[in-house]
């Protein structure tokens, strides 16, 4: 057996141990409604964490508002599919199935419903359809699907089965599936498969067992066109009588949806599953236990922490086999392969925060992207179902593998892990359309007139990941690829204008762009501006490696902390496309709805001013996270936004995530415990400043008995790692 299997499964069940002797229950915290309203597109599915399968409504199919396929403010509800983003862009949705009762006729199946018949909590979802007198509950394993429906009506009772149905960018819904096939192999059984085509082209199998046999069946074509059809299946089910609906899906074949289905779901027993499914999101959530905060506040903290888990998706059959970026199927040495990796997102915090609450997969997720790069040549950038849609901008798979190996994680393949970086970022890939090291090489810069659209913030992204890749390489004894990733890493330099103190575009004459104007948003290589999803105000910052020196660029650490007051005291305007949709609720121009600002507060603590930073922390958890549906300040992005929130309740933010090194604010609350591996606690304490003390001292007293550290802005992950006790005296006094 492959050693990070055995290592994995150990960790594992040292970390289900420690949270099932605290017994908390935080899951009754989380409200999977959070984020379900405004723009946070997030879905109230069950699930499992990290899970393939999320069980859930759909009450839209092709809109920017409802990528996660519910919206919270919908009255009506299309029915109930398999595969669930939370936030990002519209994608999955697979497989829906709706139960019926009365004549089958043509035409929108949508159900109404009030929100005071629905419920969510994690692993769980249930909704009352009146129009059809119809109590519909969802549970689920992490590959399979458990629905329980109970018929209230006398009429006959059906169930639709839409392979038509997907959550698809507008105007896709009748294209995006390619072809489609089912099979009815017995009277409980229906198989199927699908080749689709949205934001990636993907395969999907699926096996639905009923625990009732069809006594009928029809089919349809759907109304608004497309290659799948709508299954009308007939049951004969009493007034009051259940029907118990299993769906497991799979990448590779029915055979393997089967397998799932035998795996993980050999019973009936819907309770138990929920229940399962409960206690293992308990395993999670009970790893951080907080203190001192109000029912509202708690509910956002858990929910935050709930979102954090929700991603990336274990989409490996429960045997190991998974489909790869090639087509092929393969096996995963770690039993396991993951996808939906919004990784421009994910890289700043969400991974961070896997790496401290459940580093068990976090092996696997780095052997993941190497498997990804073997088969297809470089690694992901934003990986789903398997396959990379390389929307955004980037290659942000590096700073994870170079941090998981800085942090002292060795289950996986370390020098073909850094030989997939080397690659990635120093080869030709035709197929990488945001590329161009040529480019980047020549000039240290993307030229504004070279390249189209977003050069400056591909230069600053850039940059990073080549400062991560040098730190790799030096930890490795690679001295002249260290070398190399070291001097292109300063390319930042070549974008940021000392004179005006912002981040402009430059052409490949080296003059800077004129007319210039630090309000102007950019998005995408279609626009004519040099930022991606944002303006100047927000990526002038975006130094993550070299904060001192950007410090230093921009006049000093005066002169720079200035700048930084200016970011949070700007009119709230933003110029040109995106306006509406990248300034969401800002303070000043820090807009913390897109992910490219998520440091900057940090800054602070860099230029010794922890309470700075500690008040604007606890400005925008006060101000922009709310226990509502529209409760997020922006998309919520696979779990980023929510990570973010951990961090800074907890007071401490990995600024630059690779390499293990967190920036000190303050706590939100009095007192934290976080259950970290091995059996091993740390606790975090805030207390008003003793008389005479300038806020905020922090101290780290370790587990072990070694001497008291005085902290000076920075902590390091293998410190906290050990255990301890971490004091912060002046931050409640903020």
């Not at 599936?177 to 934001?199: I, Q």
């Not at 970086?421 to 810069?445: A, C, I, M």
């Not at 890493?489 to 210039?516: H, L, Q, Y």
Request: aromatic fraction near 12%; include cysteine; proline fraction near 6%.
């Amino acid at each position: 057996m492959y050693k990070p299997m055995i290592r994995f499964a150990l960790l594992h069940a040292a970390m289900l141990v420690a949270a099932c002797a605290c017994g908390t229950d935080n899951a009754r915290y989380v409200d999977p409604f959070i984020g379900t309203g405004g723009k946070c597109q997030t879905t109230p599915a069950a699930a499992r964490p990290f899970g393939f399968v999320k069980p859930g409504p759909d009450t839209r199919h092709d809109s920017w508002t409802g990528t996660s396929g519910y919206y919270h403010t919908d009255a009506s509800l299309l029915g109930f599919s398999q595969t669930h983003l939370s936030g990002s862009c519209p994608d999955l949705g697979d497989i829906l199935i709706h139960p019926i009762s009365g004549m089958i006729v043509d035409g929108d199946w949508r159900s109404c419903f009030r929100k005071c018949d629905e419920r969510a909590e994690p692993g769980y979802y249930a909704v009352y359809l009146p129009g059809f007198q119809v109590q519909a509950e969802m549970t689920c394993t992490a590959r399979t699907s458990f629905y329980r429906f109970t018929y209230g009506s006398d009429d006959a009772h059906h169930l639709l089965v839409d392979t038509q149905h997907g959550i698809t960018f507008p105007g896709r819904f009748s294209q995006h599936v390619l072809s489609c096939a089912v099979a009815f192999p017995d009277a409980t059984t229906m198989t199927g498969r699908a080749h689709l085509k949205n934001w990636v082209e993907r395969d999907l199998f699926w096996a639905m067992r009923f625990d009732h046999p069809a006594t009928a069946r029809q089919e349809k074509p759907h109304e608004w066109g497309g290659r799948g059809k709508r299954h009308f299946l007939s049951f004969d089910i009493p007034k009051g009588g259940q029907l118990l609906v299993k769906v497991a899906v799979s990448t590779t074949s029915e055979e393997g949806a089967l397998r799932n289905l035998a795996a993980e779901s050999p019973h009936w027993d819907f309770d138990r599953v929920r229940s399962e499914a409960r206690a293992e999101w308990n395993n999670l959530l009970d790893r951080v236990e907080v203190e001192g905060l109000d029912e509202s506040s708690r509910k956002v903290f858990y929910t935050a922490l709930y979102h954090s888990c929700f991603s990336p998706d274990d989409i490996a059959d429960a045997d190991g086999h998974y489909r790869g970026a090639d087509g092929n199927v393969s096996v995963s040495p770690t039993g396991h392969y993951y996808s939906t990796l919004s990784l421009w997102d994910s890289f700043r915090a969400q991974q961070p925060l896997v790496c401290v609450l459940a580093p068990e997969r976090v092996d696997a997720i780095i052997e993941t992207l190497v498997l990804h790069w073997r088969a297809a040549g470089f690694l992901p950038i934003w990986a789903l179902a398997g396959k990379d849609n390389q929307c955004m901008i980037g290659s942000h798979a590096v700073p994870l593998i170079a941090d998981a190996y800085l942090r002292g994680f060795r289950g996986f393949d370390v020098e073909t892990a850094w030989q997939a970086v080397r690659d990635t970022l120093r080869n030709r890939h035709p197929s990488r359309e945001k590329e161009q090291w040529d480019l980047l090489d020549r000039f240290g810069y993307y030229p504004f007139d070279l390249v189209k659209g977003e050069s400056v913030s591909r230069t600053l992204e850039c940059a990073y990941d080549d400062w991560c890749a040098a730190q790799f390489a030096s930890a490795l004894g690679h001295k002249e690829d260290a070398a190399f990733f070291t001097a292109r890493s300063a390319g930042w330099t070549n974008v940021i204008d000392r004179k005006t103190g912002f981040a402009r575009g430059k052409d490949s004459a080296g003059r800077w762009r004129e007319p210039f104007d630090p309000l102007t948003c950019g998005q995408g290589a279609v626009h004519p501006n040099d930022f991606t999803e944002g303006n100047s105000w927000q990526y002038t910052w975006h130094v993550l490696h070299d904060p001192r020196g950007l410090a230093g660029w921009l006049g000093g650490p005066e002169a720079f902390e200035r700048r930084l007051d200016r970011l949070f005291t700007e009119p709230p305007v933003m110029k040109g496309y995106g306006t509406m949709e990248y300034l969401e609720w800002p303070i000043g121009q820090y807009s913390h709805g897109n992910e490219q600002v998520h440091h900057v507060v940090w800054f602070y603590s860099l230029l010794g001013k922890p309470e700075k930073t500690a008040a604007r922390a606890r400005q925008i958890c006060t101000t922009l996270y709310r226990a509502d549906p529209d409760g997020y300040c922006g998309n919520e992005d696979c779990g980023q936004l929510g990570a973010w929130y951990v961090f800074a309740t907890l007071g401490f933010y990995p600024f630059n995530p690779c390499g293990g090194e967190y920036v000190l604010g303050a706590p939100m609350v009095p007192k934290a415990t976080v259950r970290l591996a091995g059996g091993k606690t740390l606790t975090i304490i805030s207390r008003p400043a003793p008389t005479g003390q300038s806020p905020i001292r922090t101290t780290f007293v370790p587990s072990d008995g070694s001497t008291p550290q005085e902290l000076h802005g920075t902590i390091r992950h293998t410190d906290l790692a050990k255990g301890g006790t971490l004091v912060f005296e002046g931050g409640t006094d903020l």
